[in-house]
Nanobody
Framework: QVQLVESGGGLVQPGGSLRLSCTAS????????MGWYRQAPGKERELVAS???????NYADSVKGRFTISRDNIKDTVSLQMNSLKPEDTAIYYC?????WGQGTQVTVSS
């Protein structure tokens, strides 16, 4: 089983930036597609961005041009650089790999 641990959330003003990181551990085989999801209060969890082992990326329309996902296959990490943050980006962000989920990190965008 893979354990995923997120870091990097916090409070930021609109227009600001944050970088989320996720480190995988526990299972010594190659990781597949990794992604970031988010869930805002009263809403369903949604895909923010995903990246394959080869680096192919996919983004939600709402974050295209503002967020960038990347991964390091040697260190088994995936990151999400979030720029030009908006209040509607406020949510708990979860790291995902297959059936494995992190515990989430809170991102709050507010003045």
């Amino acid at each position: 089983q893979v354990q995923l641990v997120e870091s990097g959330g916090g409070l930021v003003q609109p227009g600001g930036s944050l970088r989320l990181s996720c480190t995988a551990s526990g299972r010594m085989i190659r990781l597949g597609v990794m992604g970031w999801y988010r869930q805002a209060p009263g809403k369903e969890r949604e895909l923010v961005a995903s990246i394959s082992r080869l680096g192919n990326t996919n983004y939600a329309d709402s974050v295209k041009g503002r967020f960038t996902i990347s991964r390091d296959n040697i260190k088994d990490t995936v990151s999400l650089q979030m720029n030009s943050l908006k209040p509607e980006d406020t949510a708990i962000y979860y790291c995902n790999e297959g059936v494995n989920w992190g515990q989430g990190t809170q991102v709050t965008v507010s003045s």
